[in-house]
């Protein structure tokens, strides 16, 4: 399974998680190079053989057959930058329990979602998660974004 990963930041973090595979990187000269400028990453840090440098109109076209592949809502790519990566694991809530008696936190922040379906409102909602220290999202399995 894969994530399809839009915006600078998204793609930067997913570059530095060492849980993540990249499969691809499809991007403009420009969107390549504000991901550099804007998250501090170093041409050495991204596999040259997964960029994919083509123009603005290419883009949406792959973008357009990614999502379809993918079975998502075709939205247009503002950051002239995505990236195809491998899947982070999702868990089952009787999987989330289980994790949660075996790990000895004590204080776990869980942050349940109910119907947030743009997906700029999710992916904001993900990284306040992650700056305040979200151990676990839960979604619903129907009017959530993909």
């Known amino acids: 399974m894969q994530d399809l990963i839009i ?20 991007a403009t000269e420009e969107g390549l190079d504000e991901l550099y400028k804007k998250s501090g ?8 053989d997964k960029i994919h440098i083509v123009s603005g109109h290419k883009l949406q076209e792959e973008a357009t057959r990614v999502y379809r ?12 930058i995505f990236m195809l990566a491998s899947a982070l694991p999702v868990l ?11 790990n000895t936190k004590e204080d776990w922040k869980i942050l349940c979602l109910d119907q947030v379906t743009d997906v700029h409102n999710g ?3 993900l990284r306040s998660s992650s700056f305040y220290g979200v151990d676990a999202l839960i979604l619903s399995s ?3 974004f993909s």
């Open 7 to 26: 915006g600078i930041h998204g793609i930067a973090e997913a570059i530095k998680n060492t849980k993540r595979n990249i499969y691809a990187i499809y």
């Open 92 to 102: 089952e809530s009787g999987e989330l329990l289980q994790l949660m008696d075996k």
């Open 41 to 48: 990453l170093k041409p050495a840090n991204l596999p040259k």
């Open 142 to 144: 129907k009017n959530s």
């Open 69 to 80: 592949e993918l079975d998502f809502e075709y939205q247009r790519v503002p950051s002239q």
């Open 123 to 125: 992916a904001a909602i």
